[in-house]
């Protein structure tokens, strides 16, 4: 059974970091890109990063580019989100995902961590 | 970047009638369109890949439609456990993007 289990979420305040990680297992992860999509407080869905199966390609919104960084290890099946000068504006629910390639749908979510930035 | 709208915004309907569910994009994607659907408090769920193919497990009153531009998801007779969010996906290019969401409830 493919299972995807976010952790890391938390309070953090404006201009501070966090790293989230997400486990994986039921699958090859060796073999599948992974995905970070969050959702704000009564809002939607937004892509915000993406890597490939390998680690050598990753992709990012906009809207992070240059503040987040994605990574992972396939040796322990695991993915991170590095994030630095965060706003209220990445106040969000994280979800990390199983996608089929870097640019697929995202066919297994983890439950999500909450990230609140605020002082 | 391609910006998917969703209509209507709201579906009021009763159990067993016919959803009926609109995605338009701002450009072609072809045929790489995906459909969730996200229940309050849950991740959202993938439904559709590829405008008309159903994920594992999907039951097969969801059905998905269209090309290029236009896209319909379809629920047959709507289950009580069908009244959700439902969002649109496009995997044509980067950014992938999410529409706004359709939210179907119960009149």
């Known amino acids: 059974e493919v299972q995807v289990v976010d952790s890391g979420g938390g309070l953090v305040q404006p201009g501070g970091s966090l790293r989230l990680s997400c486990a994986a297992s039921?699958?090859?992860?060796?073999?599948?890109?992974m995905g970070w999509v969050r959702q704000a407080p009564g809002k939607g869905l937004e892509c915000i990063s993406v890597?490939?199966?390998?680690?050598?390609?990753?992709f990012y919104a906009d809207s992070v580019k240059g503040r987040f960084t994605i990574s992972r290890d396939n040796s322990k099946n695991t993915v991170h989100l590095q994030m630095i000068s965060l706003t209220a504006e990445d106040t969000a629910v994280y979800y990390c995902?199983?996608?089929?390639?870097?640019?697929?749908?995202?066919?297994?979510w983890g439950q999500g961590a909450l990230v609140t930035v605020s002082s | 970047e391609i910006v998917l709208t969703q209509s209507p915004a709201t579906l009021s309907l009763s159990p067993g009638e016919r959803a009926t569910l609109s995605c338009r994009a701002s450009?072609?994607?072809?045929?790489?369109l995906g459909w969730y659907q996200q229940k309050p408090g849950q991740a959202p769920r993938l439904l559709i890949y590829d405008a008309y193919n159903r994920a594992t497990g999907v039951p097969a009153r969801f059905s998905g439609s269209g090309s290029g531009t236009d896209f319909t998801l379809t629920i047959s007779s709507l289950e009580p456990e069908d009244f959700a969010v439902y969002y649109c996906q496009q995997r044509s290019k980067w950014p992938l993007t999410f529409g706004p969401g359709t939210r179907v409830d119960i009149k």
């Open positions: 450009q072609s994607v072809s045929s790489f």
């Open positions: 039921g699958f090859t992860f060796s073999s599948y890109a």
């Open positions: 995902a199983k996608i089929r390639g870097i640019f697929d749908y995202f066919h297994y």
């Open positions: 890597i490939s199966a390998s680690g050598g390609s990753s």
